[in-house]
């Protein structure tokens, strides 16, 4: 059913394209005085090349500093403009994705979780997914908890998550321990989430910059005052010192209205933020608020003609 719709997408956006109707109404659309901020985690080199070959024909790429000048009535930037945003910091990125971002000089902003840059261990939730699909095993505990792997590791993954993400990070570590302690399990899933080093970071800074997304990608909407300021202020401290640049931008941890509140917002305000980005969907205009700023997650967009129809808002009937 999924490669069925798929297809019709990837039709409908061809059609559109090749017709000329999405440079058209990009000229004519109403709201098209809003940014659409992209968010990437991992996508493989052609398809990314595919939607930066449709983005640069339809959309000007502004980096997210003009964008934040933008929102705030400091600077003009043309219509249809996007920005370029990847959380994370795997190190697919710079195998496959900075050869095309300098190939087509866009900027782009990477939110970096600097304590897997610093022990080059995957995050943790990485290393659960790793569990969930590569482990013989029939259900795994947290805590008190048991959940079953079954038929679809997606959920389970899903549920181990879930529960983590509401434990303390003492008790998440905990639980994080003893879960890997005598857990057997095929590596071959763990080795697209190997983070960045520290020397590719620095070999990228012309053409990427480089934000913070805290120490240890923690759920901050259940973490103490005093852990918030540590994860967050922490990861802004660790990027400054060890790249020799002014961190400004932010990026919540998962990003959805679970995941953060006023409080965490204050915090990051508080830290010398200019702004902080969700994964919650939606584009930005002037008069937002610069501490919720909604993104655009475009993992799962197959081709550059179905990014750019989406953004253009010509998207009748196909509504994911
Ligand atoms: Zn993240």
Known sequence: ??????????????????????????????????????????????VFADHVRSLVKAFRVISLAECCDYLQGRLDVPTNSVVITFDDAYRQFFDDVFPILKQYDVPATMFVPTDSIDSQEPLWFNRVKALVFGTRQESLRID?????????????????????????????????????????????????YRPLTWEQIREMREFVTFEAHTLSHPNLRILDSWELVREIEGSKRRLEETLNHEVRHFAFPFGQRAHFNDDVADVVRRGGFDCALTTIRGSCGPGDDLFRLPRIVCDGINNGRILVTRLSNLWVFLST
């Open 1 to 46: 059913m999924q490669a069925v719709k798929d297809i019709i997408k990837s039709r409908y956006s061809s059609l559109m394209w090749n017709s000329g109707l999405v440079s058209a109404w990009l000229k004519f659309r109403p709201r098209k005085h809003l940014v659409a901020i992209l968010n990437y985690h991992h996508i493989a080199s052609d």
């Open 144 to 192: 008190d908890a048991v959940v079953n792997i079954g038929e679809d590791r997606q959920r389970a993954y899903h549920e181990v998550t879930a529960l983590l993400n509401g434990c303390s990070l003492e008790a998440r570590d905990a639980s994080l321990d003893h879960l890997f302690r005598d857990a057997s399990f095929s590596d071959r899933h763990i080795a697209r």
